[in-house]
């Protein structure tokens, strides 16, 4: 059975730092991500790491204060947050596709997500 298993978020205030994580068991995938969302809005793309090289995808507005990384031993991704600004306030989402492709800012590719996570950030 396959299981995302997140921990971090909370609240911060601008400026801060937070880093989420994303723990994947029951088997391995190519590419994973996260993904935001705030109410009445669809979800936003925000950065993915292709599992075979690490090479990271970021979205525009995260570029530079955001950091994507994988723990392969632990079948785990990170995703490091600075500089947080209160427009980031969201519900954070990992999610995990079983194979890569240059489509990955969509949410339909993924084929597995984990519980959502509150990230609030306070000016």
């Known amino acids: 059975q396959v299981q995302l298993v997140k921990s971090g978020g909370g609240s911060v205030q601008a400026g801060g730092s937070l880093r989420l994580s994303c723990a994947a068991s029951?088997?391995?995938?190519?590419?994973m991500g996260w993904f935001r969302q705030t109410p009445g809005k669809e979800r936003e793309f925000v950065a993915a790491?292709?599992?075979?090289?690490?090479?990271?995808y970021y979205a525009d507005s995260v570029k530079g204060r955001f950091t994507i990384s994988r723990d392969n031993a632990k079948n785990t991704v990170y995703l490091q947050v600075n500089n947080l600004k209160p427009e980031d306030t969201a519900v954070y989402y990992c999610?995990?596709?079983?194979?890569?492709?240059?489509?990955?800012?969509?949410?339909?590719?993924?084929?597995?997500w984990g519980q959502g996570t509150q990230v609030t950030v306070s000016s």
């Open positions: 999610a995990a596709a079983i194979s890569f492709t240059w489509r990955y800012n969509y949410a339909s590719v993924y084929d597995y």
């Open positions: 029951g088997r391995t995938f190519s590419t």
């Open positions: 790491i292709r599992w075979s090289d690490g090479s990271p």
